[in-house]
T-cell receptor, first 113, second 111 residues
Framework: NAGVTQTPKFRILKIGQSMTLQCTQD?????MYWYRQDPGMGLKLIYY???????DKGEVPNGYNVSRSTTEDFPLRLELAAPSQTSVYFC????????????FGPGTRLTVL | KNEVEQSPQNLTAQEGEFITINCSYS?????LHWLQQHPGGGIVSLFM???GKKKHGRLIATINIQEKHSSLHITASHPRDSAVYIC?????????????FGTGTLLAVQP
């Protein structure tokens, strides 16, 4: 996973609870991304960051927040969990020899009941 | 209509068969990615290409920019190739490298 780690791997939340999905990279890359993957759907971009202190919304940002206080960490926050947020979440970085590839973390499977 | 369409959605093959997965897109792109996702597993990048053809082992990826089409071929398929194969395109001019993903092709290779 090219140095991208995510925690936790699995989590069950009750409606209304909050949690933070952690994403850490050890390669000092500026570009980081959060995606969600739902059955039968392509990955959708939630938020992205082009460097420490800079974040922006993707396609499906509602219900989520992010921060990027360091280059290494890009946590995703769910404030009031809803069943619609049941999904698999992937963090990714932009890297590679041409700096145009994306490398994904192992994913976090989240269930909201 | 999705900007990135893959076909087929599901594919079952016998071990040893030659496999083709197709990807068509409707936007201008600067690059196209093929990704592999094993059941319960993470996502691995197989190829990134902007023209022509790339080969890695038994995998071959081609792209035709004029026709807005790419294919992923697997020669001498093996059960360990069973996975979801995802096509993604980087929208031309996307300075932030945002990708648009297809919904994936679920491949099952039977022994």
């Amino acid at each position: 996973n090219a140095g991208v780690t995510q925690t936790p791997k699995f989590r069950i939340l009750k409606i209304g609870q909050s949690m933070t999905l952690q994403c850490t990279q050890d390669m000092n890359h500026n570009y980081m991304y959060w995606y969600r993957q739902d059955p039968g759907m392509g990955l959708k971009l939630i938020y992205y960051s082009v460097g420490a202190g800079i974040t922006d919304k993707g396609e499906v940002p509602n219900g989520y927040n992010v921060s990027r206080s360091t280059t290494e960490d890009f946590p995703l926050r769910l404030e009031l969990a809803a069943p619609s947020q049941t999904s698999v979440y992937f963090c990714a970085i932009r890297a590679g020899s041409s700096y145009n590839e994306q490398f994904f973390g192992p994913g976090t499977r989240l269930t909201v009941l | 209509k999705n900007e990135v369409e893959q076909s087929p959605q599901n594919l079952t093959a016998q071990e040893g068969e030659f496999i083709t997965i197709n990807c068509s897109y409707s936007v201008g792109i600067s690059a196209l990615h093929w990704l592999q996702q094993h059941p319960g597993g993470g996502i691995v990048s197989l190829f990134m290409l902007s023209s022509g053809k790339k080969k890695h082992g038994r995998l071959i990826a081609t792209i035709n920019i004029q026709e807005k089409h790419s294919s992923l071929h697997i020669t001498a398929s093996h059960p360990r190739d069973s996975a979801v194969y995802i096509c993604a395109v980087r929208n031309y001019g996307g300075a932030t490298n945002k990708l648009i993903f297809g919904t994936g092709t679920l491949l099952a290779v039977q022994p």
